[in-house]
């Protein structure tokens, strides 16, 4: 029965890659328009770093900040700065976290559930 559901997720993998693909897009996309927006602002964080001035770093930032892990200390250093820059935190937030994440969870269910239907002896309601 676990080879079954290994072979249900292996099978979901391309559908999955459209969305992730998709994804991945959004937060470059959003990491350059914050490497413009605060990369010459000359801004710190509390321990004294550059703060979103690495295209790379940025992408990380970003990636912890959709995970949610510490999402303050992601965006405190720009919102000191000016509290409307809390506008572009709440528009990645709102893309990449709630939009892009249910609709990957959704496409992994979905599809999970339509290859273990199609599989012999694989009940699914």
Known sequence: QIRRAFRSIRNTLPEITY???????SLLMFSLMALKLFGERNLQTAEGLPY????????????????????????MPAFD??????????????????IFMSLFLAVVYNNYKKHLKVMPGGACD
């Open 52 to 75: 979103f001035r690495n295209y790379l770093e940025i992408v990380f930032d970003l990636y912890v900040l959709v995970t949610t892990a510490n999402s303050p200390d992601v965006m």
């Open 19 to 25: 969305v992730f693909l998709l994804f991945m897009f």
């Open 81 to 98: 700065f000016s509290s409307w820059y809390a506008l572009f935190f709440i528009a990645f937030v709102i893309v990449n976290t709630y």
